[in-house]
């Protein structure tokens, strides 16, 4: 089975900053592309930036220049750098990846339980 757990959520001040973690475990071959959602109440899931296995990324318009995603591939984790926070940003935050756990060709989607992010002053 394996797990992703994210972490480094928290409440801060607009125009701050937070870094959010999501280590992957278990029984895991590889990772391939990974990314960061969010859900704010009474709104849909959407994605906030993605990440490929060679480190190729994207982001949503709404964060583009604030957000920056990363991946260390030794330590099966995932990383989103937010900066110049605004309460727009207050979400719960999941991150998702594709994941071999065999050296066979299937692939597997994971999420996250999530974690919060609040900004307000």
């Known amino acids: 089975q394996v797990q992703l757990v994210e972490s480094g959520g928290g409440l801060v001040q607009p125009g701050g900053s937070l870094r959010l973690s999501c280590a992957a475990s278990?029984?895991?071959?590889?990772?391939?592309?990974a990314g960061w959602y969010r859900q704010a109440p009474g709104k849909q899931r959407e994605l906030v930036a993605g990440i490929t296995a060679d480190g190729s990324t994207n982001y949503s318009d709404s964060v583009k220049g604030r957000f920056t995603i990363s991946r260390d591939n030794a330590k099966n984790t995932v990383y989103l750098e937010m900066n110049s926070l605004k309460p727009d940003d207050t979400a719960v935050y999941h991150c998702n990846a594709r994941v071999r756990i065999t050296s066979g060709v299937n692939w597997y989607f994971y999420w996250g339980q999530g974690t919060q992010v609040t900004v307000s002053s």
């Open positions: 278990g029984r895991i071959f590889s990772i391939g592309s």
